[in-house]
């Protein structure tokens, strides 16, 4: 009896390991990985660059309703386009059952798959490859569509506290549940304006998902702040829609 | 020449500016002015020498109470508030006891508090104060990046606390002149392992001068001290400077019931002003604004406590608009108590006796006392003639008279002005007798002119006018819409000076409920109600 081992690769998603077909099965969940012991990684697909219209995805990322999922997936020997699959919602699709502008090129492992009509709520993706030795990566991510009032979510700093004189910038990062054009304002801790940026929707800082922006420690003006707490204020047509607290210390 | 005419020209403009600042106040402007330019020019120059560093936030740029937040910030030259005193240290120069206040504010939709407590106390040698302004804000999150390389919250948290604890003195330099200074001290702090403490001092320097009773001009140099001197050094060595900041304020009150501040920053140029209205005598409505934003507020008296809450309107961001809160205890002036030795001193008021003023006299005490002070005279006959009318050229040299007297009594005879330019009415000449009272008065709008440019030096006063002049003089509000008197309806052209003249208890000797308007106004009334005026302090 032919057996397909698998592997779970999924970070945040559910990763599993083991015989797909066979009897062998040792696999397990939760980003636990236990290898089969006479399977070397190897011998397993690849399954890498997994992007929602164009952005990198993790568990819990925002999408929009209709998009494009794209991914590399490829093997040493090669890809089985009849056991490798898509998965949204519980509904699968053979790689080899892609049609239209969903589809994958086996010679540069590029899969394509267009979405559309998703309700606000989560939604399951999932990346299943299968080679021809019948060995198996997955990788399942939840993903939010939210077409309700815009917001900023898990808005932070890295690092934090944060020292100017590093030489690197201030990473601001947060994840919003759609494109909008975003400004960005620091206050100090009088309430007065240090800086602002604005980002245009779509563009990076302004794009559904998870977003990532510099910030140097200077003000408006290019002087370098002191040694204080900042606040940060995500705004889009005059509302608050996300904050969070900076700390300058040098 | 009628004042209210065309050829009111600048010289009588001038003539009434110089009038109302005498010289010894003149002599304080310079003074003033020579502080100002000495102070300033050495802040400055410690500032241009000092070394370039990043520049840290002094937490008292947030304001020092709801009142000054109301109008603006605008608080250099506010006295009698307690927290501008933090701001301008002279300002405490005018504390008549002592006080209490305290502030509190959440900024940034909560995200920051602020508390400020303090108070002041008046001794025999100047005000002091202390005063303490604190900020906290709590949960400060620590990130780091996950293994897709996203940043996430690690679980841990530190707080932030910014602090300045301020010493204060303040007293007068000369009678409308004071001085005074504020030490303060600074600490910042990031709890947590990745933390640190700032520590350092600085000082404020102020002036207030107050050449009117209704106008202040202030000035505060903060953070005067060179940063080679004064700054905020961080558990990590980092060396930061104090903002030097210079305010220049004007405090203006050209009514009872309305008061007018405006500051002025610099070097940063940002303006902060301010409107109080008294719409009642414990309540207040506020308006300011502040460097581009709106501020409002409301001010409540209770006895001796006050309760002031303005709102700060954030014109770049809405969310960011807030409330301020302040209660204050302001203890009432203290009775001096001045030494047995100086009691001693008191000088007895002088008594000039007339033949016609019997022991019995109603007016006896006024026009006795009056006469000794040199304010009233009689003739040389030796009698007053107390039932005598009094004419309005007579009425105008009293006028003058008891003003003259009454400075007399805080300045030297040098001080007094007298007009440079009598204004004249055609049927006053330059060789009548009460000319440059009759000028005086009528620049002072005490007395007024007739529309065909006479003044009618000679004409009797009825009590009417009398009442209505001396009422003018006195500095009283109308009492609009009230009949005062059964024969003087609301109506009555001198009716709301006639009820505020009753309201003040100058009118106590008109018995019964008529004021007989068209009555002769006498002499014993004129010297009543002047030594009413002057509450006996004859």
Not at chain 2, 114 to 131: C, D, P
Not at chain 2, 450 to 461: D, I, K, Q, V
């Amino acid at each position: 009896m032919s057996s397909v081992n698998y592997q779970g690769l999924g970070g945040a998603g559910e990763g599993l390991i083991g015989n797909l077909l066979g009897t062998n099965y040792l696999g397990t969940a939760g980003g636990i990985a236990v290898l089969w012991a006479n399977i070397s990684a190897a011998e397993f697909p690849t399954i890498a660059n997994v992007k929602v219209d164009g952005k990198s995805i993790a568990e819990g990322d925002y999408i929009k309703a209709s998009g494009t999922l794209t991914a590399t997936v490829t093997d040493e020997t090669a890809i089985n386009i009849n056991l490798s699959s898509i998965e949204v919602d519980g509904t699968f699709t053979s790689f080899a059952a892609l049609t239209g502008t969903s589809t994958y090129d086996a010679q540069a492992g590029a899969l394509t798959y267009v979405f559309s009509g998703l309700s606000d709520g989560n939604h399951v993706f999932g990346l299943y490859a299968v080679n021809s030795s019948g060995n198996l990566t997955s990788r399942r991510y939840t993903l939010k569509v939210d077409s309700g009032t815009l917001k900023a979510q898990e808005v932070l700093v890295y690092p934090n506290p944060y020292n100017p004189k590093s030489g690197q910038p201030a990473k601001i990062a947060y994840r919003l549940n759609r494109d909008s054009n975003i400004s960005l304002y620091i206050f100090d801790a009088l309430g007065q304006l240090v800086y602002k940026q604005d980002y245009l929707s779509g563009s990076e800082g302004a794009h559904i998902g998870y977003n990532e922006v510099d910030w140097s420690g200077t003000s408006n003006s290019g002087n370098p702040v002191a040694n204080d707490l900042y606040f940060l204020r995500i705004v889009s047509d005059g509302k608050v829609i996300g904050k969070c607290k900076i700390a300058v210390l040098k | 020449m009628n004042i209210q005419s065309p050829r009111y020209n600048n010289q009588i403009i001038i003539q009434k500016l110089i009038k109302q600042c005498p010289k010894s106040q003149l002599n304080n402007f310079w003074d003033l002015f020579n502080c100002l330019i000495v102070t300033f020019t050495l802040s400055w120059l410690l500032v241009i020498c000092q070394p370039v560093l990043a520049i840290t936030l002094d937490p008292t740029r947030l304001g020092e109470g709801a009142r000054s937040l109301a109008l603006g910030r605008a608080a250099v030259a506010m006295s009698g508030d307690l927290g501008s005193m933090f701001i301008n240290p002279a300002l405490a120069a005018n504390l008549k006891s002592w006080g209490a206040t305290t502030m509190y504010t959440s900024l940034l939709e909560g995200d920051i508090t602020y508390t400020l407590l303090g108070g002041e106390y008046k001794t025999a040698w100047g005000t002091l104060g202390i005063s303490y302004l604190g900020g906290a804000s709590f949960g400060l999150q620590v990130s780091t990046r996950d293994a897709d390389g996203r940043i996430i919250f690690n679980g841990n948290t530190f707080d932030y606390a910014n602090q300045v604890l301020s010493f204060l003195f303040g007293r007068e330099i000369k009678e409308d002149l004071a001085a005074g200074a504020a030490l303060k001290l600074f600490r910042k702090e990031f709890t947590g392992p990745s933390g640190s403490t700032g520590s350092g001092f600085d000082l404020d320097l102020g002036l207030l001068w107050k050449p009117r009773k209704d106008l202040s001009v202030g000035i505060s140099q903060q953070n005067t001290l060179p940063s080679s001197i004064a700054s905020l050094t961080w558990g990590t060595n980092e060396k930061e400077g104090i903002p030097f900041n210079t305010k220049l304020g004007l405090a203006y009150a050209p009514r009872d019931n309305l008061l007018l501040a405006a500051d002025l920053d610099c070097p940063s140029g940002a303006f902060h002003g301010g409107v109080e209205w008294k719409l009642r005598q414990n309540f207040d409505l506020r308006a300011g604004f502040d460097g581009g934003n709106f501020t409002t507020g409301v001010g409540l008296k209770f006895k001796d406590f006050i309760f002031d809450l303005a709102y700060y309107i954030d014109r770049e961001l809405s969310a960011n608009s807030t409330y301020y809160f302040s209660i204050s205890y302001l203890a009432p002036e203290r009775a001096p108590t001045p030494p047995p030795s100086q009691e001693a001193k008191k000088p007895t008021p002088s008594r000039r006796t007339f033949s016609d003023v019997p022991p019995n006299y109603w007016a006896k005490d006024a026009i006795e006392l009056l006469a000794g002070a040199g304010v009233i005279s009689g003739f040389p006959d030796g009698t007053f003639r107390p039932e005598k009318g009094l004419t309005r050229a007579e009425m105008c040299s009293l006028l003058v008279k008891t003003r003259r007297t009454k400075d007399e009594r805080t300045t030297d005879e040098s001080s007094i002005v007298h007009p440079l330019s009598p204004i004249v009415f055609k049927d006053v000449s330059e060789k009548h007798w009460a000319v440059s009272y009759i000028a005086q008065a009528a620049e002072e709008g005490l007395v007024k002119g007739y529309p065909n440019g006479s003044f009618r030096p000679g004409l009797m006063l009825k009590r009417a006018e009398g009442v209505l002049i001396l009422a003018r003089f006195a500095q009283l509000k109308p009492t609009l819409g009230v009949s005062p008197y059964s024969d003087i309806p609301a109506t009555h052209w001198a009716a709301p000076e006639i009820a505020a003249a009753k309201g003040a208890g100058l009118l106590d000797y008109i018995k019964g409920n008529s004021f007989e308007p068209s009555k002769d106004f006498s002499r014993a009334e004129a010297a009543y109600i002047i030594y009413k005026i002057g509450k006996g302090g004859w």
